[in-house]
């Protein structure tokens, strides 16, 4: 079995709390709640993931980036930090 890092589980464990945040998501819609509620739910699953991003775009800038860096192919290093600040502005 391979190993996993302690950021991986928990990113794991974060992936399965939004699981099933979006699937109380689908019950609230099937039972007609409130639309407030349904919204705050929704907000609390795109902070969720957000967050999940942040962590897997910091890991990627400080180890594969780096190394990229110090390998000496500076210009996909430099494409990528573009890249993930595009994607982070959106």
Do not use: F, W
Request: with cysteine; aromatic share 2%.
């Amino acid at each position: 079995m391979k190993h996993i890092s302690p950021d991986k589980q928990k990113l794991v464990r974060r992936l399965k709390i939004v699981e099933g945040q979006v699937r109380g998501l689908q019950e609230m819609l099937a039972k007609d709640a409130y639309c407030i509620d349904i919204i705050t739910q929704t907000s609390a699953v795109k902070q969720a993931l957000s967050s999940i991003e942040d962590v897997l775009m910091e890991n990627h800038l400080s180890t594969c980036v780096v190394h990229q860096m110090k390998k000496g192919d500076e210009k996909k290093a430099i494409k990528e930090i573009l890249k993930v600040y595009q994607l982070k502005r959106k």
